[in-house]
């Protein structure tokens, strides 16, 4: 079996919950001389679906100092932030939460999770104004596009 197959070998049985099985494959991969952002992204992956955020901290970092592709660099920045959030550092996460909104703004999965961390800071304030930004930008149904511009009334983004 290829590095590569193994690599998605790996990939898919973290998506079946095979964590510590998943760890082990990519751990030995690291030997190898490619990839390694890649595999710490997906060790750091396989970490936070077990709900072992300490440990996954570490290899987002490890995989943001190597090499990543852009949606890759994405993800272990997203990751980090929310890791951060969800361990408590509070004002780490909101640091790069702040960094991806700018740099990612149609990346919307990053607002309900940069609101979750304002909110834990008692920034209620700029977190629905997040929120209310992404549902007016963003309507989930017809029902609420059709309010669209009442919404706008009340709120006006910067």
Known sequence: ???????????????????????????????????????????????????????A???YTKSLNETLSEDEYFEAKFGLACTHRCLGNLHDAELIFEILI??????????????????????????????????IQHSPTQAISSYRRALLEYYSPR
Do not use: H
């Not at 082990?24 to 001389?33: K, R």
């Open 57 to 59: 901290l570490e290899y």
């Open 102 to 135: 700018k740099d990612y703004p149609s990346k919307t999965e990053i607002v309900p999770f940069f609101a979750l961390c304002l909110m834990s800071l008692d920034k209620m304030g700029r977190a629905c104004e997040l929120l209310f930004e992404l549902l």
């Open 1 to 55: 079996m290829t590095n590569s197959q193994r690599l998605n070998y790996a990939i898919d049985l973290r998506k079946k919950g095979f964590f510590e099985e998943s760890r082990n494959i990519l751990l030995s991969l690291l030997a190898s001389d490619s990839g390694q952002g890649t595999l710490y992204l997906n060790i750091a992956w396989s970490y936070d679906n077990q709900g072992l955020e300490k440990e």
